[in-house]
């Protein structure tokens, strides 16, 4: 029989309204997603290599996204540095290094999910303010879906998030 986890207790004291089946499924962190100028990815990926980082994935999104993005694995674990170069102008994170006075940066962080859409649907009930209309499909084969950073009017996030599901896990 298994043992329920005992920080659920505390979750389940604190928000009684939700039951632990309901909550969306939150595994980890999956990445870090850092936004890099037109022309700098190659540059910013060395000084990653140096510290040890190494590159598992490489690939360029176009559609809504229009970025090139390399993937980094932190030592052995399962979380992950993403550099993200716009390849145009109307890429989001053009838009992003623009209201940043031209400067790369934090671009989002990446959360993953046992199901994208069994997320999405809780946090659409929960009233977040989603970006996307579904969960859609992202890079390496995972399926994708941003929460807007001013999600609740109460209390923003500040940031933007990412939900990440891998179908290989």
Same mark, same amino acid.
């Given at each position: !029989? ?9 979750? /389940? ?6 039951? #632990? #089946?309901?909550?969306?499924? @939150?595994?980890? =962190?999956?990445? +870090? ?11 910013? &990926?060395? !000084?990653?290599?140096? !510290?040890?980082?190494?590159?598992? $994935?490489?690939?360029? !999104?176009?559609?809504?996204?229009q970025v090139r993005e390399v993937l980094l694995q932190i030592g052995e674990s399962q979380n992950l +540095?993403? &550099? ?8 989001? =994170? ?13 671009? $989002? ?6 199901? #994208?859409?069994?997320?999405?649907d809780f946090l659409k009930a929960q009233g977040f303010q989603i970006i996307d209309k579904a969960p ?7 399926? =994708?879906? @941003?929460?807007?950073?001013?999600? $609740?009017? /109460? ?9 990440v599901e891998d179908p290989k896990n």
């Amino acid at each position: !029989m298994p043992t329920k986890n005992p920080s659920s207790k505390i979750f /389940d004291s604190a928000f009684p309204e939700l039951q #632990a #089946a309901e909550l969306p499924g @939150f595994l980890f =962190v999956d990445h +870090i997603a850092i936004a890099v100028c037109e022309g700098e990815l190659e540059d910013q &990926l060395k !000084m990653y290599r140096q !510290m040890g980082f190494r590159e598992l $994935h490489r690939e360029e !999104m176009c559609g809504t996204d229009q970025v090139r993005e390399v993937l980094l694995q932190i030592g052995e674990s399962q979380n992950l +540095i993403q &550099l993200l170069e716009p390849l145009s102008a109307e890429s989001p =994170v053009q838009k992003q290094i623009e209201r940043n006075g031209g400067r790369g940066g934090l671009a $989002h962080v990446g959360l993953r999910v046992k199901s #994208a859409q069994a997320a999405f649907d809780f946090l659409k009930a929960q009233g977040f303010q989603i970006i996307d209309k579904a969960p859609r499909p992202g890079s390496r084969g995972t399926t =994708v879906f @941003f929460i807007h950073p001013k999600s $609740h009017q /109460d209390a923003p996030f500040g940031v933007l998030y990412e939900v990440v599901e891998d179908p290989k896990n």
